[in-house]
């Protein structure tokens, strides 16, 4: 028995030789399960919609050949299926569109009656009935169908009905814009292999075999069909030895990583990592990936078709991508080898970072969620790069350059990003490339990581070359929680300080906070010029922010405050700090000057987030706008500058803000309806100013308009500074005691 290749209409009355039985019709055997390619779930719907698009290519532009279709011949020319009953039966409905589209006389098209469903009598009536009925191709067309007389309501509940339905106004989707397309399905644009089975006598027990393989295929399982497809047109060869690799090494590999759920076996980690692959792929090509659907035939059709630019790279990159986890020398798994060098504290010879350790396996588990990051991507990317180049990067190597690049991903949020029409993850890519390869930053590569820290690990790269010896503690400056892999805020010429730092930083962070601030105002300045940034209480992201090089103003005055402070003592507790802060506030007083400073250290107001009741503080004060481009911003000048606000939010004023000096003073008349900005007795309010507190009272007047009169000024005394010579809220307090009965 000889397979032959046919279309579907020179199928009908085909024999293998003039003497034996001619195929007269074709059956769907009641054995046989439901036409499937119509369903509407995920897998269904991608795996349609990849068919239909390959038979119009087909008809529109080159012709296709499918897969084997083979069956039973009966005597009476009865061919009835084992294998292709799916393809079959699209085919007959993309015939019947054709035919019905370009009109087609009948006696040309009546082989379409030949072809029959047995599954149910509803079926097999659905497909007579529909070969005698033309539509008029206006609307959809299953609703034109559906409300024929001829088709009864229950019909839709008909498994195989619903999903011919559903094929035939996806049918009508793909081609209803293709002329021409009767003539191309005459001229053979579409055949498949057929295979006759003459008088084999198929027991039922056979067919439920044979098609136990007709249960739903996962994804991972037509991916890889048609990966295999689309590789066997570049290299029969790479194909086998591609496919080879995934049904023994990497399954291996993927193995241990399998997931039970659903039934999955190493499927949903094989088709995270091959998304994982091709969003590098197209990263490097100057693309933007998150916009983009995870469509998997998609990305086998952008990354891996014969035509495609790069095709043979994007097919080593993704044998390499691979074959790099399945054998690494010295380490018996991927785990093993990535617990080597990562951990997620400080440790001789290891990158410290907040990931997991097992990057890989997260990828394998989350890679087309939310979840895995664009810092993992790159991390991962840089791990990958080494191990593709194992036999020519040292061991040292390597660690050195991982730490670089898990500094540069650290400080670098906002860089590694994949916005639209932006190509900088290609360029942090690239850099990323390079450091590993060569232990060196590439200049060239432009528009990348964040340039402050690019700018330091440079330095920092000379500096290991020419201090091997303090190298282990540059590192361990580097991953400490405040700094998180910048040391500008000590700079390396200030080395020396830190264990100093570390041991500042096991203290009370508001000690810390005030200890700085008897030295000098160390607050810095946001881009709106209204913010001011400070320590905090207990949360960690502000102290992050100001030893970070940013946009802030007074980076640099923030450091030399620190180093002064660390200059003061070898070791650090918070007796330490505070009798420096008692000192400070003791010689305030005695001098009789009392810049802002002095309150914000004094009054626990200042100073969101203390008593574990108030909401998280972001270390946040909103103040007057300095003109900072026409005079620097010292920290004598800041004494100065009292009309700051206690902020309850990062960017603006809230009711749950409040002017400290005012809180200080009688915390329980705050007016959150003026943003905390007055304090607030039935029609009487006091407001503060830079110099004095205004007290005015409000009149109703005859109209019901209210107008505001001046009660009182309470004036400041100050100095020709512009320092405070008395505190302003005890003298507030004796003011509202008097006056107010407070």
């Known amino acids: 028995m000889a397979t032959t290749l046919h279309s579907f209409i020179d199928i009908f009355g085909f024999s293998e030789n003039p003497d034996s039985v001619k195929v007269q019709k074709i059956c769907i055997p009641i054995i046989q399960r439901d036409y499937a390619q119509g369903r509407e779930d995920t897998n269904v719907t991608r795996v349609r919609k990849g068919f239909l698009k390959a038979l119009h290519e087909a008809v529109t532009k080159k012709p296709i050949v499918l897969d084997f279709v083979y069956g039973d011949i009966d005597k009476y020319g009865n061919m009835i299926p084992l294998d292709g009953q799916q393809r079959l039966t699209t085919l007959f409905l993309l015939h019947w569109y054709a035919a019905k589209k370009a009109g087609v006389p009948q006696e040309e098209s009546v082989f379409l009656k030949k072809f029959s469903y047995a599954t149910r009598y509803s079926a097999r009536y659905f497909c007579a009935d529909l070969c005698d009925f033309t539509p008029t191709f206006n609307g959809v067309l299953s609703e034109e169908i559906k409300n024929q007389t001829w088709f009864p309501f229950d019909w839709e509940k008909d498994p ?88 023994k090494e990497w399954t291996d590999l993927l193995w241990r990583y399998r997931s039970n759920e659903n039934g999955n076996i190493i499927d949903d980690a094989f088709l995270r990592y091959f998304n994982f692959i091709c969003d590098i792929i197209g990263f490097m090509d100057g693309e933007n990936q998150q916009s983009k659907v995870k469509d998997e035939f998609d990305l086998l059709t952008t990354y891996f078709k014969k035509d495609t630019k790069n095709v043979l790279q994007n097919i080593d990159k993704f044998e390499q991508f691979f074959g790099c986890w399945c054998n690494i020398p010295g380490y018996d798994s991927p785990a093993s080898f990535l617990s080597s060098f990562m951990s997620n504290e400080h440790e001789t010879g290891k990158i410290c970072t907040s990931y997991n350790v097992d990057i890989f396996n997260d990828c394998l588990q989350s890679y087309t969620t939310q979840q895995f990051k664009l810092g993992q991507v790159v991390l991962l990317y840089a791990i990958i790069t080494y191990l593709m180049n194992i036999n020519t990067i040292t061991r040292s190597d390597f660690e050195r350059r991982i730490r670089i690049i898990n500094n540069l991903i650290k400080n670098s949020e906002y860089q590694v990003a994949d916005r639209s029409g932006d190509d900088r993850m290609m360029h942090v890519l690239l850099q990323t490339q390079a450091i590993m390869t060569t232990g060196q930053i590439d200049d060239s590569v432009e528009n990348n990581f964040n340039i402050h820290q690019l700018k330091e690990e440079k ?47 096991n203290c009370d962070f508001d000690k810390i906070n005030c200890a700085m601030m008897t030295i000098g105002d160390y607050g810095q300045i946001e881009q709106n010029k209204h913010r001011y940034q400070y320590g905090t209480p207990s949360n960690v992201e502000p102290w992050h922010a100001l030893f970070h090089q940013s946009a802030n ?59 574990g009741q108030e909401n998280e503080s972001f270390g946040k004060l909103w103040g007057e706008a300095l003109d900072t481009k026409k005079v620097k911003v010292t920290s004598g000048l800041l004494d100065s500058k009292y009309d700051r606000s206690v902020m309850a939010t990062k960017t603006r004023l809230s009711p749950s803000s409040y002017m400290p000096f005012l809180k200080a003073a009688d915390a329980e008349h705050i007016s959150r309806e003026d943003l905390g900005q007055k304090l607030v007795y039935k029609d009487e309010y006091i407001e503060f100013t830079n110099n004095a507190y205004i007290h005015k009272k409000r009149i109703k007047e005859v109209n019901d308009d209210t107008q505001d009169e001046l009660v009182d000024t309470i004036q400041i005394q100050q100095n020709t500074n512009g320092i405070d010579t008395e505190d302003r809220i005890i003298k507030l307090k004796k003011y509202l005691a008097e006056k107010m009965g407070i």
């Open 553 to 611: 103003e007074r980076f640099e005055d923030t450091k030399e405050i620190l180093i002064q402070l660390l200059s003061k003592h070898e070791v650090f507790t918070n007796d330490v700090l505070q009798t420096m802060i008692d000192e400070y506030i003791a010689e305030c007083e005695q001098k009789s000057e009392y810049p802002f400073r002095y309150y914000y250290v004094k009054y626990p107001c200042f100073r969101l987030g203390l008593d």
């Open 160 to 247: 195989t009905i619903r999903s011919m339905l559903v094929m035939l106004d996806a049918i009508d989707e793909q081609f209803k814009d293709v002329s021409g397309l009767w003539e191309a399905l005459k001229n053979g644009a579409i055949k498949f292999y057929f295979l006759p089975i003459k008088d084999m006598g198929l027991t039922d027990e056979l067919y439920i075999k044979m098609n136990s393989r007709g249960k739903p295929l996962t994804m991972f399982e037509h991916i890889k069909a048609e990966l295999e497809k689309q590789i066997k047109e570049i290299d029969d060869d790479v194909a086998k030895r591609i496919m080879r690799k995934i049904d």
């Open 459 to 505: 330095e920092k790269i000379e500096f290991v070359n020419n201090h091997p010896d303090q190298a282990e503690k540059l590192y361990e400056l580097e991953d400490h929680k405040m700094l998180y892999g910048q040391i500008a805020i000590l700079g390396l010429e200030n080395l020396d300080y830190a264990d100093r730092f570390i041991s500042l930083f």
